[in-house]
């Protein structure tokens, strides 16, 4: 069963703060991405990851950075977290190659910024 | 630019009536789409995908979409919805990029409450 896990589920940040977000993923998919989920708004894609080392900014990438150091692990990084970062955040995993693999997520992590 | 719109944010069903969610994508060549379910407190849920041949396709737990070129549409459908389908459901559509499976677009979602 493909794995992917998000360290917290429930994090709350002041304003300034740098936040990490960790995903790890257990089957060795080359693919990854970060989006968010905001009501009314759905699903967007802050930053993708094709392989170790590489990253891809999505449709949001503003405010946000990722790191890939190691196949399994993708990080996203709010610099200085600001109130409009409170959201859901979602990571998910796929194997490289064609673009009907389908893509795997985590149960989310939803972070609160005050 | 490529997009999903899901035009309803918000349907009630009774339980044992049909659904119908609705789908419409922006893209110029045949796409890969997908049906993603989310319960309460859950991750994302692969219902059915679509990326060619048949165009109506089987999913889980009873769920079909229709792919309809012409109409650039992948509605979702159930025949006799359950208690147990109240969730949110997300359509979306894959944009290529050579050589490297492209990223997945989602519509806003559909929130789907049940009625006893």
């Known amino acids: 069963d493909v794995k992917v896990t998000q360290s917290s589920r429930y994090l709350v940040k002041r304003t300034g703060e740098k936040v990490f977000l960790e995903c790890v993923q257990d089957?060795?998919?080359?693919?990854m991405f970060w989006y968010r989920q905001d009501p009314g708004l759905g699903l967007r894609l802050i930053y993708f990851?094709?392989?170790?080392?590489?990253?891809e900014k999505g449709d949001i990438p503003e405010g946000y950075s990722v790191s890939r150091e190691k196949k399994e692990r993708f990080s996203l990084i709010l610099e200085s977290a600001s109130t409009n970062q409170t959201s859901m955040y979602l990571c998910a995993s796929r194997k490289q190659g064609s673009g009907a693999n389908v893509l795997t997520f985590g149960a989310g992590s939803r972070l609160t910024v005050l | 630019a490529q997009s999903v719109t899901q035009p309803d944010i918000h349907i009630t069903v009774s339980e044992g009536a049909s659904l119908e969610l609705r789908c419409n994508y922006s893209y110029g060549a045949t796409p890969y789409l997908f049906w993603y379910v989310q319960s309460p407190g859950q991750g994302l849920q692969l219902l059915l995908k679509?990326?060619?041949?048949?165009?109506l396709v089987q999913g889980i737990k009873g769920f079909e979409a229709e792919f309809k070129r012409s109409q650039s549409s992948f509605n979702l459908r159930k025949p006799s919805v359950h208690w147990s389908d109240a969730a949110e459901y997300f359509c979306a559509v894959v944009i290529p990029i050579y050589n490297q499976g492209g990223k997945l677009i989602f519509g806003q979602g559909t929130e789907l409450s049940v009625k006893p």
């Open positions: 089957m060795d998919h080359e693919n």
């Open positions: 679509y990326f060619s041949g048949d165009t």
């Open positions: 990851s094709y392989d170790v080392k590489m990253k």
